[in-house]
């Protein structure tokens, strides 16, 4: 533990470029072992690619998080160095500061009915 760490935990969706089972399972153990993060879920996204739901507890920094999160794929897949990172997100329903409430729709409950929440979409707008 160090003082003054920013301490903001997230929830983010991180669209992956890397496309084999192993590549897939071994990116997201990578992810799992880093300390302050957590893959909570893979998903498909309507044949584009898989998804992963990620818990990140330093998430002050967004853009930061994003690029070591991809420099971490690319180190593991060096084929995808150069190629366009997709635009990754917070899942807005998620709120730390909050005691869980049993009646609330979010995560896998609202993927299910609302669909996920993908960038370009409005808000409130999920696909």
Same mark, same amino acid.
């Given at each position: 533990m160090r003082p003054r760490q920013k301490q903001k935990p997230v929830? #983010? /969706?991180l669209p992956v470029r890397v496309t084999s089972d192993f590549e897939v399972t071994m990116f997201a153990e990578s992810i799992t072992m880093t300390p302050g993060t957590l893959v909570c879920? #893979?998903?498909e996204v309507n044949?584009? /690619?898989r998804l992963f739901i990620i818990h990140a507890i330093f998430g002050a920094d967004l853009d930061g998080l994003y690029d070591s999160l991809y420099d971490? %794929? %690319?180190?593991?897949?060096?084929?995808?160095?150069? !190629?366009a990172r997709p635009e990754a997100f917070v899942f807005d329903e998620y709120d730390s500061a909050r005691f869980v409430d !049993?009646?609330? *729709? *979010?995560? !896998?409950a609202a993927e *299910? !009915?609302?669909?996920?929440p993908l960038p /370009?979409?409005?808000k409130g707008e999920h696909q």
């Open positions: 929830l #983010i /969706g879920g #893979i998903r044949g584009s /690619g971490m %794929e %690319e180190h593991m897949a060096p084929r995808l160095r150069g !190629t !049993t009646g609330a *729709v *979010v995560g !896998t *299910v !009915t609302r669909g996920l /370009g979409s409005k």
